[in-house]
């Protein structure tokens, strides 16, 4: 099928932007950067199914912090020798090396984890951190799971609602062997059991404290905001 006058247009202008040299070098600066920092840095966190080889007990806050012990220190002789290079190339690679490191060193600094080998005064339980998330992905599956609950239910459905309902089909609670073979009369009293015990009704008040906290919180930042706009005014 012979190319509209536009299509030829756009393949001319694709073909000529990455045969520039310009975009040439960077493409190989950043495939250096990521086989130096990016890709392993990926492989620790198992990113984009990436690191299937690493092993899981490093892929921990422990890990991660000896990760970074171990790498920023490469990182930055690589940065010195290629800024000490006469080549254009490397010593635009020592560059981006360098904004790459400052970039880090300062994010790192704001972690206390991350501080706790500079003397500073910063108590680590290294037993459990080495159980916490090293990464958020796992709450941003629980968020897409809400959105896709959100939608299915119209908007109309609470939060909490939406919660009860993830706890009972992430633990398969209606479909497990446990419940799925009781007779209906004991089917209808751990149901019961589940809405109405004493343990039940912990949980609620547990909840009902840490929302109440949450309002509360809420509650003392609006007001603390709208007092600093006043004192603006």
């Not at 012979?2 to 950043?30: G, M, Q």
């Not at 920023?72 to 981006?96: I, N, T, W």
């Not at 459990?128 to 709450?139: A, D, I, Q, W």
């Not at 897409?144 to 309902?165: E, F, M, N, P, Y």
């Amino acid at each position: 099928m012979p190319c509209r006058k536009e299509e030829k247009r756009l393949i001319l202008a694709v073909s000529t932007y990455i045969k520039n040299d310009w975009f040439l070098c960077c493409a190989k600066i950043y495939s250096k950067l990521g086989d130096a920092f990016i890709f392993p840095l990926m492989d620790l966190l198992g990113i984009a199914e990436r690191g299937r080889n690493v092993d899981r007990s490093e892929r921990t806050w422990l890990g991660g912090h000896k990760f970074f012990e171990r790498k920023l220190p490469e990182l930055k002789q690589v940065r010195d020798e290629s800024m000490d290079s006469d080549d254009g190339k490397s010593r635009l690679y020592g560059a981006v090396l360098d904004e790459v490191i400052d970039t880090l060193e300062r994010q790192l600094s704001e972690m206390a984890f991350f501080r706790s080998g500079e003397g500073m005064d910063v108590e680590i339980d290294e037993d459990k951190m080495e159980f916490s998330p090293l990464t958020n992905l796992g709450c941003e599956s629980e968020f897409a799971k809400l959105d896709v609950r959100i939608v299915a239910s119209g908007g109309s459905t609470s939060v909490q609602t939406h919660s009860r309902k993830n706890i009972v089909t992430t633990n398969w609670l209606l479909s497990d062997p446990s419940f799925t073979t009781l007779s209906n009369v004991e089917k209808r009293n751990k149901w019961k059991w589940a809405r109405t015990s004493d343990n039940v009704s912990d949980v609620k008040e547990i909840e009902s404290n840490y929302l109440h906290t949450v309002k509360m919180t809420k509650r003392l930042a609006l007001m603390k905001k709208s007092r600093t706009v006043e004192k603006k005014q």
